[in-house]
């Protein structure tokens, strides 16, 4: 499988979250990009836990702030993953080189950066009102892999 796409993770909250996700990368061939400020250590042994012994597969790229981030990377591949907006992922193109880009667990991405990149904005359509958001890493794997769907991979 050749990937080459990117999972962004703006200030991850979670260990296991960011474990499992890492461990998706792992599994893809996929760049694990993490925006600090984290919301924990590396060392975390949750986080180490959820990736398993994988961590060595994984390509992880470190950045200290979005805008450090987006002024080192083509803001043209950005596609961002919100519960703010209606348009649905599956309306995406993805390309690799893509940055598949997710907020924090608890908030998202920030209003500031969703209205910089509005219309690179994309959700996953839940049919039950009651149910806030899926799980960041669940979500990222749907996204990840309808970009490795519509790339033949």
């Keep these: 499988m050749e990937s080459h ?3 962004v ?4 909250e979670i260990p296991p979250n960011t474990g499992s996700i890492a461990r998706l990368c792992g599994a893809t061939n996929t760049t ?3 925006v600090h400020p984290l919301g924990f250590s590396v060392d975390d042994k949750h986080l180490k836990r959820a990736g398993l012994d994988y961590w060595e597969q994984v390509d992880i790229k470190y950045w200290d702030n979005f805008h450090h981030f987006a002024a080192n990377c083509n803001e043209e591949k950005f596609k961002l993953f919100t519960t703010k907006t209606d348009r649905s992922y599956t309306k995406a193109l993805y390309q690799p080189g ?3 880009i997710f907020g924090r667990e608890t908030k998202g ?3 500031e950066i969703r209205t910089l990149y509005e219309e690179f904005c994309y959700t996953i359509p839940m049919g039950n009102t009651k ?3 899926l799980n960041l ?3 990222a794997g749907i996204v990840l892999y309808e970009a490795l769907r519509q790339n033949n991979n």
């Design 5 to 7: 796409f990117n999972i």
């Design 9 to 12: 993770l703006v200030e991850p």
């Design 32 to 34: 694990l990009h993490l």
């Design 98 to 100: 893509d940055f598949l």
């Design 109 to 111: 991405l920030s209003i």
């Design 131 to 133: 149910i806030r958001s």
């Design 137 to 139: 890493a669940m979500t």
